[in-house]
């Protein structure tokens, strides 16, 4: 028998043996009966070593025994403690790989007013590898190319790390594609891929900035987030307050009137179509456990900036658990006064929605925290800053935390950043002449990929 060539010679005579006695068996009267006691077969340590391999690899043991002439029954006895060694260490056997390699990809950006679109953009990238680097275009870049920034790199270096999708960020990064930065991704930062939206980046002199990614055969396209651009929300910041009617109270709110003539022409009203599908995409899905302790913060987060990151955060270390609670535009209207808020409710989430520091939103919180709202949710402790805004008209107000300072699980968070909404849109008020001419500069290019703009697949 071929596989007797195999077999170790004390099998061999084991075997001889076994044949001498069922002969001997064959010819004596049988004893009472007893059970059959299994004969083990011993192996050759090379065959060995192939047999505990494939169970080890979890193959068919019929195709194991019908190629080594046994029974499956045989197999059942064998245990891989038998061996005084590891598989790996045989030389015979390769090692196998430990997984395959990670892809990174690369996204760049001036993430100036940070929105729901810069978000999404991320999100999308991060769908096309592994792990994302984000660069924030350094703010020369940005003036050369785009006009001023409302944001200080420190502040957009905070809102870009804050987001659930990033794992890497590069500070300073240019706002074209060199061949040197390129180069310095692909051999420093081990990038695979570059990505950008669907809308043109065009520089001063109307060439592409990503041509050179585009050559290498490493760019990837994402489909651009519908409905708001950072143009877009400095537009609705210039048309809502007019220069002379500007003026701030002693919580930095902003108070003025509707510019009437950019309102009648409803051009800067928000063109954000709302999807259950988007709020998903954003949400993490899942909910708190058992004995978890739920965090509760709530407010407009208009404008979503670094103050919004940093309390967030801070919120975020007290519990195992954050809720945040957006309140509906008629709040924040009555509480902060004209124009607030400027964005709406559902663009307010979803920037919420997608910091890292949250678990979960409440889509149009009600003003005041009460009892039910807490039995509902399990709220454990519920947090507020001490930066905050409100209507200097707005007199004689209840205490919207009254329940749960009455309950003692309420408690008063030192803002770790004195940036308020207001703050900000002041930023743009201070310097409207520069602000209009940049606006109306992109909302020309802006205008041109709306008129050009196609279908793409995806988001």
């Keep these: 028998m071929f ?20 002969q001997q068996h064959n010819t004596t009267p049988h004893p009472p009966y007893k059970k059959e006691q299994k004969t083990k077969l011993r192996l050759s340590p090379l065959i060995e070593q192939i047999v505990f391999k494939v169970i080890l690899n979890q193959k068919n043991t019929r195709s194991v025994a019908a190629l080594l002439g046994l029974s499956t ?48 953009a991320l999100r999308q990238a991060k769908a096309l590898g592994d792990e994302l680097v ?28 804050g987001l659930k999708w990033v794992d890497e960020v590069i500070a300073n990064a240019p706002y074209e594609i060199t061949e040197k930065f390129m180069n310095t991704l692909f051999n ?21 900035a990503y041509a050179l990614a585009k ?16 143009t877009d929300i400095v537009g609705r910041i210039l048309s809502y307050v007019r220069v002379p009617e500007v003026s701030q109270d002693h919580n930095g709110s902003l108070c003025g009137e509707p510019h009437k003539e950019s309102q009648s022409k409803g051009s800067h009203v928000s063109q954000f179509l709302p999807t259950s599908r988007r709020i998903v995409q954003f949400s993490n899905g899942k909910g708190p456990a058992p004995n978890a302790r739920v965090v509760y913060i709530d407010g407009a987060f208009d404008l979503f900036h670094a103050g919004h990151v940093e309390i967030l955060k801070s ?32 663009e ?15 889509i149009g919180a009600p003003w005041e925290v009460t009892t039910d709202m807490i039995t509902t949710f399990n709220i454990s402790l519920v947090v507020h800053g001490t930066m905050a805004e409100s209507n200097p008209l707005l ?37 409207h002449e520069a602000f209009l001419k940049r606006n109306a500069k992109k909302a020309e290019s802006e205008k041109k990929y709306y008129a050009q703009k196609k279908y793409v697949s995806g988001d």
């Design 3 to 22: 596989f007797s060539l195999f077999l170790h010679p004390h099998t061999r005579e084991e075997k001889r043996r076994e044949k001498e006695e069922t």
């Design 73 to 120: 029954s045989y197999f059942t006895g064998l245990g891989v403690p038998q061996l005084p060694f590891l598989w790996s260490d045989l030389g015979i056997f390769p090692k196998k790989k430990n997984g395959k390699k990670r892809i990174r990809v690369y996204m760049d950006g001036c993430f100036d007013l940070m929105h729901y679109g810069h978000a999404n």
């Design 134 to 161: 984000v660069g924030v275009v350094s703010d020369e870049e940005i003036v050369a190319n785009k006009g001023p920034p409302v944001l200080s790199m420190e502040e957009r270096l905070a809102l870009v790390s």
């Design 188 to 208: 420093e930062h081990k990038i695979d891929y570059i990505i950008h939206g669907d809308d043109p980046c065009l520089l001063p002199d109307g060439t592409d």
């Design 215 to 230: 050559k290498a055969g490493r760019y990837k396209q994402i489909k651009r987030t519908e409905g708001v651009s950072s």
């Design 315 to 346: 919120a975020r270390q007290l519990g195992d658990f954050l809720l945040v609670g957006i309140h509906t535009d008629q709040i924040v209207s009555e509480h902060r006064g004209n124009p607030h808020p400027i964005m709406h409710l559902h």
């Design 348 to 362: 307010r989430s979803l920037s919420v929605l997608a910091c890292r520091y949250v678990d979960e939103v409440i």
């Design 395 to 431: 007199t004689g107000e209840n205490d919207p935390y009254k329940v749960p300072k009455s309950m003692g699980i309420f408690r008063l968070l030192e803002s770790p950043k004195n940036i308020t909404t207001s703050s900000v849109a002041q930023r743009i008020m201070a310097n």
